[in-house]
């Protein structure tokens, strides 16, 4: 019998006692690729090439047991501890809407929202994430359609695509298809990124989304960023970061003069909102007053003109300002145990995402912590009295029925990446080797293998 035959016959029986079937093609390369290396070993002591296969299965052990001990290895892994910290911040976004509104059909609205969510996110995580990595452009052009369609079918509020806004929550997602498909592609792949970097901010700045365009820049940025730094590109760093910092200085041009006309104006407020108290300023000043007189625990010093807002159900207070109106009512302390179960969940996620083997995994499980992390900052800062930029939500925590359901199948996704990344091979058959070495010395002899066996 051939070398290789009875080494996949061998290798096939090994995988049978796997249940796990995506752990199937990578067990058989490591496998193959160990006893291919064992085979030439004996091949160079002089021993004939069918001795040397059989005396390496025969070391390797037998097939049944080696399959068992695989099997207990080679499992998805359950994300328990992140689907409790999701629950949990649910939970505590709930908890906020009864002390801040307790208005029944916003509470029925946003438990409907949740469920719906939740339901995206379990099939989201029992979703193959590789399938971005075999369809690429799809998943591109498809994240860029369904946007589309958002922004121009939304209804528009205070000047905004309201469905639009948070179709910019997927366009991380799409950018890390396009980086992972151009590997190897050098500054061709590079460029063809930063024209698949510009599409989605051009949607942005059409919303157009203050903070969807900070979003998308920073989470873009870094998902080229770590693929530079990785030589995903096969480029040289230093071009490669010249190269990507162009498109992004051309965009935040455009953004400043399109969609900021009273950009300085704009950020001067937002640093000092008591020059213009009662005007463009005056949602600051009252934060900021709010923040200035809250107590450690429970209800703080209120001026007076704020508070029939905090005090009766009030849209601003949950939405864009929810962490305020705690801060207010409940004192630091609620702002310091959402902040907790946030930065728990952030730590937790991007701590996987650097653990990820597959490279695919890696930049899709950035794509959206970086999505998450983004809104995350911008709701507290805004909250905190620095009001540059309306968040778009503060994930799992603040009102916004379309934004939780939309972050809740995100997660899933990533869920999934953390579940089966170990395993992944980016869509893509992994190469067996068919000899371990080119040149082997042994017993003072030199072998160049000059062709597989």
């Known amino acids: 019998m051939p070398s290789l035959e009875s080494i996949n016959e061998y290798v096939s029986a090994v995988c049978k006692q796997i249940r796990w079937k995506k752990a199937h093609l990578r067990v058989s390369e490591e496998m193959t690729n160990h006893i291919v290396d064992g085979r030439d070993s004996y091949i160079a002591q002089g021993i004939d090439e069918q001795a040397a296969t059989e005396r390496a299965i025969a070391e390797t052990g037998d097939a049944a047991v080696i399959g068992t001990q695989l099997d207990r290895i080679h499992r998805p892994k359950p994300q328990w501890g992140m689907f409790v910290s999701t629950a949990v911040l649910l939970i505590l976004g709930l908890l906020a809407r009864i002390f801040v509104t307790n208005e029944e059909d916003i509470m029925s609205v946003r438990l409907l929202s949740i469920g719906i969510g ?3 996110m379990i099939a989201a995580y029992f979703t193959d994430f590789t399938i971005i990595g075999k369809y690429p452009k799809t998943t591109y052009f498809s994240i860029m359609s369904i946007s589309a369609l958002a922004i121009l ?3 528009t509020v205070n000047g905004i695509s309201f469905y639009g806004q948070y179709s910019i929550l997927l366009f991380p997602l799409a950018l890390s298809a396009v980086i992972f498909a151009m590997k190897n592609k050098g500054y ?3 460029l063809i990124c930063g024209l698949a970097f510009t599409l989605p901010s051009l949607f942005a700045l059409y919303v157009p989304s203050v903070s969807g365009c900070l979003l998308f820049a920073l989470a873009g940025m870094t998902l080229l960023g770590i693929a530079i730094h990785k030589k995903w590109f096969g ?6 970061f010249l190269l990507l910092i162009a498109p992004v200085a051309l965009l935040t041009i455009v953004f400043f003069i399109s969609v900021m006309p009273n950009r300085w104006n704009r950020l001067a407020v937002a640093f000092n909102p008591t020059i213009d108290p009662n005007g463009a300023g005056y949602m600051g000043v009252m934060v900021r007053k709010l923040i200035n007189g809250a107590a450690l625990f429970g209800r703080g010093d209120i001026p007076s003109e704020y508070l029939a807002g905090l005090t009766e159900p009030s849209q601003i207070f949950n939405t864009d300002f929810l962490l305020t109106a705690l801060i207010s009512l409940l004192g630091w302390i609620a ?10 969940f952030m730590a937790k996620g991007f701590m996987r995402c650097f653990k990820q083997k597959s490279r695919l995994g890696l930049f899709v499980s950035m794509a959206i912590m970086m999505t998450f992390c983004v809104q995350v900052i911008s709701y507290i800062v805004y909250n905190l009295g620095f009001l540059f930029a309306s968040p778009i939500s503060l994930p799992l925590v603040s009102y916004g029925n379309t934004a939780t359901t939309v972050n809740l199948v995100l997660i899933g996704f990533m869920l999934s990446v953390f579940r089966t990344g170990d395993v992944a091979t980016d869509g893509r058959k992994m190469p067996i080797r068919k000899h371990g070495r080119l040149v082997s010395w042994d017993d003072g002899k030199l072998t ?4 597989a066996q």
């Open 188 to 190: 061709l792949g590079i």
């Open 118 to 120: 939740t339901v995206g």
């Open 153 to 155: 079918f939304s209804k």
């Open 448 to 451: 160049i293998h000059f062709k």
């Open 235 to 240: 480029t040289k760093k230093t071009y490669s």
């Open 335 to 344: 702002f310091v145990v959402v902040l907790c179960a946030l930065l728990f």
